[in-house]
């Protein structure tokens, strides 16, 4: 039986990581220049897998990854791979939020999501939608290996849900511009919405 392959890579560096801010789908940022130096390095030894066809988050950070990392793909995009709406905390740093009794309340996980945020269930409905459009256009297009440039709370997210082996959310964090390769089975996907991560790019 044929397999599917999808490189889950997230995207560089931004400023506003480098400051530890929450920047989640309200924010558009680009990647700051040694996100963008870091990539370039990256990409020149070589270590990313060839693939046959590209997705990418709508949001700037993600598209100029995919630009660096695969030059020459016009990739499709894939709004449900947006990142989380992270409500009132946008554009804080946890150090900011130290006194917020909310902050408290959801970094202890006794709240859903932030004030005007989103909750980790849709989160998880949207990017495992997301990818079930993904597998959908492969088949379609007859694409066997592809690449898809994401962001690492995404990736998390996606990972800790519907991967094996199983592991928490924080156990599948990924640096900027590494990711994971996951194998994609047509019948165990279909039956179950199961994943399996088989590499560390």
């Known amino acids: 039986m044929k397999t599917y392959k999808i490189h889950l890579i997230r995207h560089g560096i931004t400023d506003a990581n480098l400051e530890g801010r929450y920047i989640g789908c309200r924010t558009d940022l680009p990647l700051c220049p040694q996100g963008v130096k870091e990539l370039k390095t990256l990409y020149e030894t070589g270590e990313y897998p ?6 990418t988050s709508p ?3 993600c598209k100029q990854t995919a630009s660096i990392l695969y030059p020459g793909f016009e990739p499709t995009v894939i709004d449900e791979f947006s990142e989380y709406d992270f409500g009132e905390f946008e554009g804080k740093t946890a150090e900011m ?5 909310n902050y ?3 970094t202890s996980g006794k709240i859903d ?11 998880i409905k949207s990017i ?8 959908r256009d492969m088949m379609d297009k007859g694409v066997y290996e592809s690449a898809a440039i994401m962001h690492g709370g995404a990736i998390m ?6 991967a094996v082996p199983r592991k928490r959310s924080v156990e599948w964090t990924c640096e900027q511009g590494r990711g994971f390769s996951v194998r994609i089975t047509p019948s165990l996907y279909h039956s179950s919405g199961i994943i399996e991560v088989y590499d560390y790019i």
């Open 50 to 55: 060839q693939i046959e066809h590209l997705y």
């Open 59 to 61: 949001l700037l950070r």
């Open 97 to 101: 939020l130290e006194l917020d009794e």
């Open 104 to 106: 408290a309340l959801w």
């Open 113 to 123: 999501a932030p004030p005007s945020g989103e909750t980790n269930i849709d989160f």
């Open 128 to 135: 495992a939608l997301g990818l079930n459009t993904v597998v």
């Open 157 to 162: 997210m996606l990972l800790s849900n519907c």
